[in-house]
């Protein structure tokens, strides 16, 4: 028996995750104080479309070592288990947002 297929099939997108990769310094208070904060409203903006995730250097170091991850923060758009975007260094919100929507969109 023979299967064709004619056009593409369509999956539909599933939601994405954002993950946060954030500082352990004390030294850092102030920092991690401003990505507590710029998480929160990631996911406020974002809504169910982006799971945004804060992922501790220190708590979760197999998890910053398989994405190789050198600098905090860095926040990483991971769709399907696939990296589809990278921001190394502390940004602001409309800029991720736009790179997430841009990325979710192609």
Known sequence: MEFTVSH???IPSQSADLLIFMPSAPGENTLIASL???ADLLQN???TSVHVFKIDEMTYPGIVKSFDIFKTPTFVL???GV???RQVGMTDAQTIIKAVKN???D
Do not use: A, F, N
Request: negative net charge; hydrophobic residues 45%.
């Open 8 to 10: 593409p099939i369509q």
């Open 36 to 38: 507590d904060s710029l």
């Open 45 to 47: 903006l974002l809504g």
């Open 78 to 80: 991971v769709q399907r």
């Open 83 to 85: 990296e589809v975007w």
């Open 103 to 105: 990325q979710l969109t």
